[in-house]
């Protein structure tokens, strides 16, 4: 099969039945934290261990989501997308079952960060697909029309994982995951075709460090991949932290707290789907820093609110518009960070992804630790990095990006 990309490329497949497959092998991020977020309290108890370490479950998966796209990105950049995917889907599947059985929190650490490193090649690789195939405003409607799919995982998974701990402790949510690891493996091997041939630059020792070196010369990159980590570091906060303050400072229960955490995730896939409205009529640019200031503003009155005792439904409804904004900068942040690396897109969307999963790994639980998992220490923590996102925007990704949809700085 030759290389394809472009628009193009991606007619035979139709653009809803690749965001489909692609989205659908991109949820690992989301399953991995969604499913069983309703029974963190749950585990820690059942462990004997503390919320800081419960909620380290979520943070090691996040580190191994992170570092191990610098692995399966570059990999997919050399060798094709299909292979390094498939493995990284099966590894996934079995790893969840070794997690189903830790019996410590220690062995349940060490098996999350596993888990996660081998579900990097999922996150990373259908970003990558998506920049094989669309480029410029099209790039930035596929990744909206991507987050559409994504965003329902969350939507849906809290509910799941709410009714589950009706029937079953967090034990049996990782037997969940394992059986949906193993379906993805289906949908990957079945459902993917390989978008990428490697080539004999590609495949030439160091390419992957020569090609990593190519998109951090890159100022406008640099400044997204800037704004992506600390973003990252504000909605992984939210994810780590709100079922212990909605359910603990304000008395949700595991149920109610999933159908909130649904209705959030359901305003941020509005703002994608309200991107890939706009987009076409203001560019990819103006859209991003649009959202990157509409989620900035939404967090500092978010700590306001916090600091002077809000209660449960304007304190969710802040968070539900952090969010949407969270949903509309997305997609467009991502399509001007690859638009100029296709034939590195891998290693661009690595980058991408480490910077975003790392920061939320250290952020949060760093947050929890020293200021306790309350409404105060998620807003501040939330507000810190969506206002220091919101100000790289305006400073640098302003000046950099050009008005148009696509960047001046190609490969």
């Not at 949510?173 to 993917?192: E, K, Y």
Request: proline share 5%; charged share 10%.
């Amino acid at each position: 099969m030759s290389a394809a990309h472009g628009p193009a490329a991606a007619r035979p497949m139709g653009m809803l039945r690749v965001a489909l497959v692609l989205g659908a092998l991109e949820a690992f991020g989301p399953l991995s934290m969604d499913l069983y977020l309703p029974q963190l309290p749950q585990l820690a108890r059942s462990l004997g261990t503390s919320d800081a370490l419960a909620q380290a479950t979520m943070s090691v998966c996040m580190i191994g989501l992170g570092l191990g796209q610098l692995v399966a990105g570059p990999l997919s950049d050399r060798y094709g997308r299909k292979r390094p995917l498939v493995t990284g889907v099966a590894l996934f599947a079995a790893l969840s079952a070794v997690c189903a059985v830790a019996p410590t929190i220690e062995v349940l650490l060490v098996a999350r960060l596993l888990q996660g490193l081998a579900g990097s090649a999922g996150v990373v690789i259908s970003l990558a697909v998506a920049r094989d195939l669309f480029h410029g405003v099209e790039l930035s409607r596929m990744l909206s029309l991507l987050a559409l799919v994504t965003s329902l995982t969350p939507i849906i998974a809290p509910v799941i994982g709410g009714q589950l701990a009706r029937f079953t402790d967090w034990r049996g949510i990782f037997l969940v995951l394992s059986g949906i690891g193993v379906a993805l493996v289906v949908v990957a091997v079945l459902g993917l075709r390989e978008t990428r041939i490697p080539d004999a630059v590609a495949a030439e020792p160091g390419a992957a460090a020569g090609h990593a070196a190519v998109v951090l010369r890159d100022p406008l990159f640099v400044a997204l991949l800037a704004a992506a980590g600390l973003g990252g570091a504000a909605f992984f906060s939210y994810l780590s932290m709100s079922s212990f303050v909605l359910q603990g400072e304000f008395g949700f229960t595991p149920q109610l707290f999933s159908v909130v955490f649904a209705a959030n995730a359901l305003a941020q896939l509005a703002g994608a789907q309200l991107s890939r409205v706009l987009v076409r009529r203001l560019g990819t640019r103006r859209v991003y820093l649009l959202g990157q200031l509409a989620g900035g503003a939404a967090a500092l009155v978010l700590l306001v609110a916090a600091l002077l005792g809000a209660a449960a439904l304007p304190y969710v409804c802040l968070l539900a518009l952090f969010l949407g904004a969270a949903g509309l900068s997305g997609p467009n942040g991502t399509a001007l960070a690859l638009e100029g690396h296709g034939s590195r897109a891998g290693t661009a969307s690595a980058l991408l992804g480490m910077a975003t999963f790392t920061a939320g790994a250290i952020a949060a639980p760093l947050v929890s630790a020293l200021a306790g998992s309350s409404a105060v220490a998620l807003a501040a923590s939330i507000a810190a990095g969506a206002a220091a996102a919101a100000l790289i925007a305006v400073v640098a990704v302003r000046r950099l990006a050009p008005p148009g949809a696509v960047p001046a700085y190609t490969s």
